[in-house]
């Protein structure tokens, strides 16, 4: 008999199963009211049929859980309620731990594709956890019900966990809640009147089940804490209330934090205060691209009526400019300012000796919490020859004097479409190198398109689906190779530039020493705290992820300071519901909450409204007549869901809807605003108006013309 059979035959027997138990009529009764309304006679009944009640019940209880029926908490209740306390007790703890099990095999053997297909992103975590923890994370999960139970259950026959190991944690990690549950029963059985629901034995059952949940929270942080910190001696006094290793976006903002609320706080940095977006990011690239945009206006005046505008390039003197840029941004985050705020700043090498402890070339310093912010760095392929050649990043990019004439662009992420544009408008020949079908392959392909057109237009190569595997150096520079449609294809450059996004810093430091979890992505595994797996090492920025964005690692940085600083007395969860980017192409890719490729491939309906900025008066006048506004909504609602603006100042234009999101401002509302004439951000208004006309009431609509038909006579 094959597999698939003996599967159907058990299916079958669970189902008949099933059947009998609602033919039976028991799980009509299990429910708090029809408990009371049968306990006498169930009382009087388990009296006089002892055994014959333990058994039936213990074969009922494990056949409810088992088939991961309703009822387990209504069951629990009659059986502190029919059997006491004690007996009470031992019968739901072995009947539940059997039942669970019963249900992680049949998961296991008979349901494991279409479990996994149902419930794939919780199982995601799940599998996670299982792995890094095994049965702790289990234990865990038992002690506070976050997922539940009969879900535990089924979910964990989904993984290598052992049978036995699921049993033992299950049964120690629910008899807290047995014991909890079983009590509450035996008060219930002691109502006779109005006047014992005020009772100080039922009020205590039901306030120990109400803060159970917290006791089994406090206990497992507990738990945690003491197993990670096991190995080493906590100092009795701190030098610093916190430590913070990085001083870039999200580095700054903590130690900003906590100097204004007067913590005394270190701020460590070996290398230059402002991290990689003031040194090698967002400053300079933005100062080259508007370099670049001069250019690019002066060949294209004739659009504005000038008949021709003399231009001519000094790529050395754009790129002193672009250090000028960084030389009147710095003081902003220099070590001056810094130390004016009440900041400890301090240049150096740091390593995480202990939880606590943080040594800077030799000497060590102590603090109640750490903030780890260490940023990241460009990520470079392994690459065969890659070596060869003097290839540059968005790292080491900037101390280039002489203008590539021929340009390779490996990746066509933000970073890498920002440059490939801003080269080819200085006067590179770019060639701009994808692996994937399309330009920003986290955008709505429609994005996408734009902007693809718009490198054409330019002059830029675009080479889709076509994968770097060797660089080969060569008289001239070098040439690189990839596989494309299945054939090898080379192309030649001056300059090679890798533009794959960055990699979070995680080693030279003292995590891996200390077994700081690091996950699967590279980042450091952080909870919904900005914490660790060290509850007073907390983490923020691009080491964190999951967004590598200058404005989220600020926004991160809150939450992980005010975490350190107040912990274990307040706490605040980071949220990321409104998380806004842009791409400083041309035109601009500007994006928050969900996209319209993305609610199709998580079959989420909506309704999505596009507005063309071609239509858009400011826009036809400054030439920008291109692009849209894309909003989503709830079907039928006005509730924005997300929203894609492509043109220019999109990034700018985006902030409405970001607010909107933010602060629960639907469309209708958006409409009912003022915006100034002419100006672009009428577009996000014409949006709006575009969704109004789609969802007027049209019977209301049918009526007031016949209204007005009737007026005129």
């Known amino acids: 008999m094959s597999r698939t059979w003996i599967r159907w035959i058990i299916v079958a027997v669970l189902l008949l199963a099933?059947?009998?138990?609602?033919?039976?009529?028991?799980?009509?009764?299990?429910?708090?009211?029809?408990?009371?309304?049968?306990?006498?006679?169930?009382?009087?009944?388990?009296?006089?049929?002892?055994w014959i009640a333990l058994g039936g019940f213990f074969v009922a209880y494990v056949a409810v859980t088992g088939l991961s029926l309703p009822g387990a908490a209504i069951l629990t209740l009659a059986a502190g309620a029919l059997f006491g306390l004690v007996e009470g007790t031992i019968l739901v703890s072995f009947a539940s731990s059997i039942g669970a099990t019963l249900a992680f095999l049949v998961s296991r053997f008979v349901l494991r594709d279409s479990l996994r297909n149902k419930y794939g992103q919780r199982l995601k975590s799940f599998d996670e956890g299982i792995e890094r923890d095994g049965a702790y994370y289990l234990f865990t999960?038992?002690?506070?019900?976050?997922?539940?139970?009969?879900?535990?259950?089924?979910?964990?026959?989904?993984?290598?966990?052992?049978?036995?190991?699921?049993?033992?944690?299950?049964?120690?990690?629910?008899?807290?809640?047995?014991?909890?549950?079983?009590?509450?029963?035996?008060?219930?059985?002691?109502?006779?009147?109005?006047?014992?629901?005020?009772s100080p034995g039922l009020i205590g059952a039901f306030v120990l089940l109400g803060i159970l949940p917290l006791l089994m929270r406090w206990l497992t942080r507990w738990l945690s804490a003491r197993r990670v910190y096991a190995a080493y001696k906590r100092p009795s006094r701190f030098d610093f209330n916190m430590i913070v290793i990085g001083a870039g976006s999200a580095g700054l903002v903590s130690s900003y934090i906590a100097a204004a609320v007067k913590a005394k706080v270190a701020l460590i940095e070996r290398h230059q205060m402002g991290g990689d977006c003031l040194n090698t990011g967002c400053v300079p690239s933005k100062a080259l691209l508007r370099s670049a945009r001069l250019m690019a206006d002066a060949r294209n005046s004739e659009r504005y009526g000038i008949a021709k505008m003399n231009a001519e390039i000094d790529f050395a003197q754009v790129m002193?400019?672009?250090?000028?840029?960084?030389?009147?941004?710095?003081?902003?985050?220099?070590?001056?300012?810094?130390?004016?705020?009440?900041?400890?700043?301090?240049?150096?090498?740091?390593?995480?000796?202990?939880?606590?402890?943080?040594?800077?070339?030799?000497?060590?310093?102590?603090?109640?919490?750490?903030?780890?912010?260490?940023?990241?760095k460009a990520r470079v392929p392994e690459l065969e020859g890659l070596d060869s050649v003097d290839y540059r990043t968005?790292?080491?990019?900037?101390?280039?004097?002489?203008?590539?004439?021929?340009?390779?662009?490996?990746?066509?992420?933000?970073?890498?479409?920002?440059?490939?544009?801003?080269?080819?408008?200085?006067?590179?020949?770019?060639?701009?190198?994808?692996?994937?079908?399309?330009?920003?392959?986290?955008?709505?392909?429609?994005?996408?398109?734009?902007?693809?057109?718009?490198?054409?237009?330019?002059?830029?190569?675009?080479?889709?689906?076509?994968?770097?595997?060797?660089?080969?150096?060569?008289?001239?520079?070098?040439?690189?190779?990839?596989?494309?449609?299945?054939?090898?294809v080379s192309f030649e450059f001056d300059r090679l530039l890798v533009a794959l996004g960055r990699k979070?810093?995680?080693?030279?430091?003292?995590?891996?020493?200390?077994?700081?979890?690091?996950?699967?992505?590279?980042?450091?595994?952080?909870?919904?705290l900005m914490?660790?797996?060290?509850?007073?090492?907390?983490?923020?920025?691009?080491?964190?992820?999951?967004?590598?964005?200058?404005?989220?690692?600020?926004?991160?940085?809150?939450?992980?300071?005010?975490?350190?600083?107040?912990?274990?007395?307040?706490?605040?969860?980071?949220?990321?519901?409104?998380?806004?980017?842009?791409?400083?192409?041309?035109?601009?890719?500007?994006?928050?909450?969900?996209?319209?490729?993305?609610?199709?491939?998580?079959?989420?309906?909506?309704?999505?409204?596009?507005?063309?900025?071609?239509?858009?008066?400011?826009?036809?006048?400054?030439?920008?007549?291109?692009?849209?506004?894309?909003?989503?909504t709830a079907p039928g609602k006005d509730a924005i869901l997300g929203a894609t603006i492509v043109g220019e100042h999109a990034g700018d234009l985006l902030a409405e809807f970001v607010l909107a999101m933010k602060h629960g401002i639907g469309l209708?509302?958006?409409?009912?605003?003022?915006?100034?004439?002419?100006?672009?951000?009428?577009?996000?208004?014409?949006?709006?108006?575009?969704?109004?006309?789609?969802?007027?009431?049209?019977?209301?609509?049918?009526?007031?013309?016949?209204?007005?038909?009737?007026?005129r006579g």
């Open 394 to 488: 968005s790292d080491t990019l900037w101390d280039i004097r002489e203008l590539p004439k021929r340009l390779v662009v490996i990746g066509g992420g933000p970073i890498g479409c920002e440059l490939s544009q801003a080269f080819a408008r200085l006067g590179s020949q770019v060639i701009q190198v994808q692996k994937s079908a399309n330009l920003l392959p986290r955008e709505d392909a429609d994005a996408s398109a734009l902007i693809e057109k718009r490198f054409a237009e330019e002059g830029i190569r675009v080479e889709p689906g076509c994968e770097a595997v060797r660089v080969e150096r060569t008289r001239d520079g070098g040439k690189l190779y990839c596989k494309q449609d299945g054939k090898e």
């Open 504 to 528: 979070p810093s995680v080693s030279g430091f003292g995590l891996e020493e200390l077994g700081v979890i690091i996950d699967k992505n590279g980042t450091v595994h952080a909870d919904a």
């Open 18 to 50: 099933a059947l009998a138990l609602w033919r039976s009529g028991l799980l009509a009764e299990l429910s708090l009211e029809g408990l009371k309304a049968r306990q006498e006679s169930l009382s009087s009944w388990v009296s006089a049929n002892h």
């Open 531 to 632: 914490r660790t797996n060290y509850p007073n090492i907390l983490v923020a920025g691009d080491v964190a992820g999951p967004y590598q964005f200058t404005h989220v690692a600020s926004h991160q940085a809150w939450y992980a300071s005010v975490n350190a600083l107040l912990a274990p007395f307040w706490s605040f969860k980071a949220d990321y519901r409104v998380i806004p980017w842009a791409t400083f192409t041309d035109p601009e890719v500007a994006r928050v909450g969900l996209s319209e490729d993305e609610a199709k491939a998580k079959d989420i309906e909506v309704e999505v409204t596009k507005y063309g900025l071609d239509d858009l008066d400011r826009a036809i006048a400054d030439s920008a007549d291109h692009g849209y506004v894309k909003v989503l």
């Open 320 to 376: 002193e400019r672009v250090q000028e840029v960084i030389g009147k941004v710095a003081p902003h985050d220099s070590v001056e300012r810094y130390t004016g705020l009440g900041v400890d700043v301090i240049r150096g090498d740091a390593r995480i000796v202990s939880p606590w402890e943080v040594e800077v070339d030799g000497k060590r310093l102590t603090a109640r919490s750490l903030i780890i912010a260490t940023g990241a």
């Open 141 to 198: 999960l038992r002690l506070v019900p976050a997922v539940p139970f009969f879900l535990v259950n089924l979910l964990a026959g989904l993984t290598a966990l052992k049978t036995g190991v699921f049993y033992l944690v299950s049964q120690i990690g629910m008899l807290p809640g047995t014991i909890a549950f079983v009590y509450a029963g035996t008060q219930l059985a002691k109502i006779e009147s109005l006047s014992d629901i005020l």
């Open 668 to 711: 209708n509302k958006l409409l009912g605003t003022i915006h100034i004439y002419p100006t672009m951000s009428e577009g996000n208004k014409a949006a709006a108006g575009v969704w109004k006309k789609a969802n007027a009431p049209q019977g209301l609509l049918r009526l007031a013309q016949r209204f007005f038909a009737w007026r």
